[in-house]
């Protein structure tokens, strides 16, 4: 049963490494839309920010005008929690947009000179590195364990070749 277990747990570090893809990617999507989309400005729609610090999902519900005429909406897009509340006062953002890409807007407006998709960014960046150092250190850690498992069997079954008769647990006290 053990060495299912230990079998089982390479799940883990796998989990972890597709985190860690996953996140890139996301990374990724956020740098391409800032660098190639197109710069508009878009109308606030609905700001939401969550005031329980155990779920901490807010968003930004936008409308954008494009220079070619149509307007594109954005319902619900999801922003760290520190960046929403100087946004709530705001009646317009600054984004850029690339409707082609994966994320197809991003908020270029700056909270004290840093721009909300540069702190996304970041923290992608930082999610996606300690999601791969996971994957390495559950990695190295499963592999000891499934090579001492294979070269020295299981450690509750090493050396028991028959039960100790003076071992102090099995002694009756009267």
Known sequence: MTRWIARIAWLLPVLFAGLALHQGRVVYDLHTTKAKGTVATAEV?????????????????LRV?????????????????GVVPPLEEKETLTVRVAPDARRSVVVTEPIKATPVVDTQIRIAGINALMSLGAALLFGVA????????RREGDPAQRGVKEPDSDHP???VVR
């Not at 329980?52 to 519900?61: I, L």
């Not at 005008?65 to 929690?81: K, Q």
């Open 142 to 149: 499963i592999w000891f364990w499934n090579r001492s498992l």
């Open 169 to 171: 647990a099995r002694q």
């Open 65 to 81: 005008p494009m220079p070619d005429g149509s307007v594109l909406t954005r319902e619900r897009l999801s922003l760290p929690h």
């Open 45 to 61: 729609q609905e700001v939401h920010a969550s005031n329980r610090t155990q779920v901490t999902y807010d968003y930004v519900s």
